[in-house]
């Protein structure tokens, strides 16, 4: 590659990085359609298109991820897609969370729980110490199927650091699913 071509590809990416417009989740910029600004949305801590479903090791309390505890039953999911914003709005759309093995036989690829709940685990200030801070959902209705939308809004210890996401039942302080991944392929 020469030199030109390398400068060039340098000044093209840090002009479009350093442009004032940026575009929101609609695609219009932030001026809006006539320049004029727009009302600004909080900014997100946190956003994610996957979780993980309680299984293998993180099943019941051996290794309690933060001090919640797994189910004693794996789940798996199908899909789910949340965000957090620092005014404390958590959006979160899960699909197909469901027993992927069960004592009871029926319920494998079923939810049993008619809630879902999420909490919000992360270190905040205490004086000069840390300490963990749950903030928990009230409860969203869930289908047998293992879909629910949870929009809720609470209320963020400050500062807020490193926060996790849990969804879980209401009649148990086990999680279900939890801010994370699994490939389905084998590692080599």
């Not at 994610?48 to 039953?73: C, H, K, W």
Request: proline share 7%; net charge negative; aromatic share 10%.
């Amino acid at each position: 590659m020469n030199r030109t071509l390398v400068f060039a590809f340098a000044l093209a990416s840090f002009v479009s990085w350093a442009a004032p417009a940026f575009s929101d989740e609609s695609g219009e910029d932030s001026q809006g359609k006539e320049g004029q600004e727009r009302d600004h949305r909080p900014p997100k801590i946190l956003a994610f298109q996957t979780m993980y479903g309680v299984d293998g090791p993180f099943l019941g309390t051996a290794n309690a991820i933060r001090g919640v505890e797994g189910d004693e039953s794996p789940w798996g999911i199908a899909s789910a897609q949340g965000s957090l914003d620092t005014a404390g709005h958590l959006r979160i759309r899960v699909e197909g969370l469901v027993f992927t093995d069960n004592p009871d036989p029926a319920l494998i690829g079923k939810n049993d729980a008619d809630f879902f709940f999420c909490i919000v685990r992360a270190p905040t200030e205490n004086g000069n110490s840390v300490e963990i801070k749950n903030v928990v959902t009230q409860g969203f209705p869930a289908t047998q199927t293992g879909d629910s939308t949870i929009d809720a809004h609470i209320e963020l210890p400050n500062p807020c650091v490193a926060p996790i996401v849990f969804v879980l039942p209401g009649d148990e302080d086990k999680w279900f699913a939890v801010m994370g991944f699994e490939s389905e392929e084998e590692a080599d």
